[in-house]
């Protein structure tokens, strides 16, 4: 079993397996006491359950950052953009990538 799925069933066991963070913090660890690469910590207080610490490998917390970050702007542009260009966007004269261009 990987260790996310113990960490759902830790928080409800007979539920679907979701998480809904109620509040989050990232923590850093540098340099690991054991050695190892360094890492990041995504420290989560979920609506239901216990708080944990999901320790994530500094490539792979560039790439969720990144990803996030290109979801939350096709999604939701006008977090990021001026509203003419967002209109433009919504209205399917300009690309997301013209979108990301112009700004």
């Known amino acids: ?18 998480i809904y963070a109620k509040s989050f913090d990232v923590l850093v660890d540098p ?19 216990s708080p944990f610490i999901l320790p994530i490998a500094f490539e792979s917390a560039r790439e969720i950052a990144e990803m996030m970050l290109k979801t939350l702007m096709c999604a939701k542009p006008e977090m990021f ?3 003419d260009l967002v209109k433009q966007y919504r209205a399917g004269r ?3 990538e013209q979108l990301v261009e112009k700004y």
Do not use: C, T
């Open 1 to 18: 079993m990987y260790y996310s799925e113990r960490i759902k069933r830790r928080l409800n066991p007979s539920g679907p397996g979701h």
């Open 31 to 49: 340099q690991p006491k054991d050695g190892g690469d360094p890492v990041i910590g995504l420290q989560v207080e979920p609506v239901a359950g």
């Open 81 to 83: 953009f001026p509203k």
């Open 94 to 96: 300009l690309s997301f």
